[in-house]
């Protein structure tokens, strides 16, 4: 059973605090100014539990998204068609595509990584990772990055 995600936009005086410090951590640790996970949770006074919990789940919004790029990954099926299925919806929205890299799939499934620029002329991004979510054969999207 997949769960379905919802993205919300939210102000930060309505985020729960430990929210705020794992993005806090998150910055430490792309920056480099901390060495390792341990360091940045000590740093912003939160658990490592609690950074392995909600690291993956927020990502500061910035309102220069327009020519970021996001790397998205996935576990999908082997089947001939679903990877022109990724891509086609990809083009819908009119992202444009930088890289792609696919595992060599075990067990008939398959890890993919796309790495999508953000154009004046893309949809909206939660729609088409939610479609993307949809699609047959893709058991798993995550946002990777967001530069």
Excluded: C, W
């Excluded at 998150?26 to 000590?42: G, M, Y």
């Excluded at 001939?80 to 992202?95: E, Q, S």
């Amino acid at each position: 059973m997949s769960e379905e995600s919802t993205y919300y936009v939210v102000r930060q005086k309505a985020v729960p605090e430990v929210l705020l410090k794992v993005v806090e951590a998150k910055r430490l640790l792309e920056t480099e100014k901390v060495d390792s996970v341990q360091d940045a949770t000590n740093a912003v006074g939160i658990s490592r539990s609690s950074f392995y919990k909600y690291k993956d789940d927020i990502f500061p919004f910035h309102d220069n998204a327009l020519g970021t790029t996001i790397t998205l990954t996935f576990q999908m099926d082997d089947e001939p068609g679903y990877l022109a299925d990724v891509l086609k919806t990809v083009a819908d929205y009119k992202a444009n595509i930088l890289t792609i890299h696919q595992s060599i799939p075990l067990n008939g499934m398959a890890s993919l990584t796309l790495s999508v620029q953000i154009l004046p002329s893309t949809g909206d991004i939660s729609s088409m990772i939610s479609r993307l979510e949809g699609q047959k054969g893709v058991h798993h999207v995550k946002i990777l990055a967001k530069e």
